[in-house]
């Protein structure tokens, strides 16, 4: 064999374990992506929510109320509620729960889910938020009882009360102007 037929060859086996190693990679990867993982949603919220109630111990219970498709605060003040506001409350239900525990035998302190500091409820089902946990940068969650870990973007909006549903004013546009 010449030395010319063994580069040949070296050269067409590595790229051989690189197509191997591609094809192990994709395979894996296509499996990763097919894992579902449980939900917050409860069957108990139903369809269609029509009333969610925020508790904050810093702030009134905010109390919002579904009337024909539009969402109005009614407690501790009453006003059309921010949409976008709204729509960013209900993505807490279909948030991914990666990990799940039962709460019994648990130090609930521990997690920061022994007294409700912050809750929502969607038609009467209550969500008690919890401490972040440090490494996984998720929150702790506790639905009955269950316990999840759940990457959420809710709890800020939940914190700043009623004034978190506020219509926003929609920014002014300007005309371009002409060079």
Known sequence: MSTQNTKRLIQN????????ALVFFIATRKQEQGKTYATLYDKAIGDNANEIVIH???NDDVILKNSKGIWKVVKPEEF??????VQQLFTL???NAESSYDLKDKDLARYGLDKERLSISFNGVKY?????????????????????????????LMQMGVEGFRPQPLPELKPATEE
């Open 128 to 156: 008690i938020f919890g401490k972040l946990n440090p490494v996984a940068r998720k929150r702790f969650i506790r639905k009955g009882d269950k316990m999840y870990l759940v990457d959420e973007t809710v709890s800020g």
């Open 13 to 20: 086996s590595i790229l051989l374990l690189i197509v191997i």
């Open 93 to 95: 239900l279909s948030e």
């Open 80 to 85: 059309i509620a921010d949409k976008r506001r």
């Open 56 to 58: 904050f111990e810093e």
